[in-house]
């Protein structure tokens, strides 16, 4: 799993079937422990109503394809929780 943060929301009216139904956020991947963007933005499914300005947690490869409904549905990262909190002891680091 990793974090991040929906930053927009992306709509295609035009898309394969499997899709049908599935929300799609832009997410901009996350540093767990400060927050500061990680590589590029992605498109991920949404199955638990993340709306922008959340942070959040996603998978990827299949599991996220498991997540979204099947082996067969065709995403690479679905979001499946919402961070509320979180907390981290800095002497662990």
Do not use: H
């Amino acid at each position: 799993m990793k974090t991040g943060k929906v930053i927009g929301n992306i709509w295609a009216t035009r898309k394969e079937e499997k899709l049908a139904g599935l929300k799609l956020l832009i997410i901009q991947p996350v540093n767990l422990l400060d927050d500061t963007p990680v590589e590029y933005p992605i498109v991920a499914a949404d199955i638990i109503g993340a709306g922008v300005g959340e942070k959040i947690i996603y998978v990827g490869g299949s599991s996220a394809r498991a997540a979204a409904g099947g082996s067969d549905i065709p995403v690479d990262a679905t979001v499946v929780g919402i961070v509320d909190d979180q907390e981290i002891d800095e002497d662990m680091i």
